[in-house]
C-alpha cells in the first residue's frame, strides 16, 4: 500500500512510515508495532536519543517480523558525535536493535563539533555494511552546503520538523534539486495542527480526519513522513490514506498555513566555517 520512494544511491525506503519518538515502554511499543506492521507499515523510525531502541529490538523479535521485512532508522545522537564515538555508538545501536543493519542511518543535529569526522563515520559504516544508506535530520541549506565541501557521498534523506505550520517550502525545493529525500518530522505538528480551521473543512468535504488529510497533503508533495501514535485506531485511521486525493486547491490552501510555527529547536547556525555559505 505505502509507496516506495528511490534513494539516490539505488534504496528503496517506504514514503509512510511509523514514529517511535515518546513511544514508551515495552508493552506499548509491542503493541504499537504490531498495529502499524499490520496496518502497512514498513519503515520505523527512531534514535539513540529516543532511550528506546532496546524495545524496538525487542518488539520485532517478539512479533517474530523476518528483518528483510522492514525498514529500520535510526540516529546518531548529539553526545556520540565523532568519528569513533558515532562508530561505537551505532555498534551499540544494533545490538539493542538485535539486528546487524539499520536501513537507514541519520546525523541527528547539525553541530559544529566534528561535524566532518561523524560524516565520515557514517560513509564508512555504510562501506562496511552497518547501514544501507546515509542521511541527516535538522539540516538547513546552510548546513548541506557546508557538508558538500568534504563529503564523499551526500545524505539522501534530510529528515527535518515539518507540518502544515512549517511548511519548509525553499528547504524542499533545495533538497529535490539535490536529489536528496525530505522527510517530515512530527508531520501533525504533534497534534497541534489538528484543529486548524481551514483543515477541518478539507477533511469535511472529503469525509475523513484532519489528520488524514494532513498526511495526504505530505504524500502528494512527495516527502516521506512518520506519524507517531500509541492508539490503534489513530494508527490504522494514519495509513487509511490512499483513497482520497487533494485537489491543487486545496494543496496551496494548506501550504498557505504557514507560520514558521516549530515545536522542536532551531538548528544552530552559527559556526565559524559557515559565515561564507
Ligand atoms: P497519541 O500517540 O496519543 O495518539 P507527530 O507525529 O506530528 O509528532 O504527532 C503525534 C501526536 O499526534 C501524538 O501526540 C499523537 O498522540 C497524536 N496523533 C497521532 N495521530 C493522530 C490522529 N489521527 N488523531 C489525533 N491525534 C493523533
Known sequence: KTNLLTLADGNKMPQEGFGLYKVDGQDTMTNAVRQAYKDGYRLFDTAQLYGNEGQVGAAFEQLGIPRQDYFLTTKVSEANQGYDSAINSVKESLRKLRTDYVDLLLVHWPIQRAFFDT??????????????????????????QYLATKAHEMPVVDQIELHPRLTQTPMLAFNQAHHIVTQAWSPLGRGAVLQIPEIQEIAKRHGKSTAQVILRWHLQRGVSFIPKSVHAERITQNADIYDFELSSNEMNQINALNTFSRT???????????RQY
Do not use: C, F
Open 264 to 274: 522542536g529547536r532551531e538548528p544552530e547556525l552559527t559556526y565559524e566555517e559557515n
Open 119 to 144: 560524516w565520515r563515520a557514517l560513509e564508512d559504516m555504510k562501506k562496511e555494511g552497518l547501514t544501507k544508506s546515509i542521511g541527516v535530520s535538522n539540516y538547513q541549506i546552510i548546513h548541506l
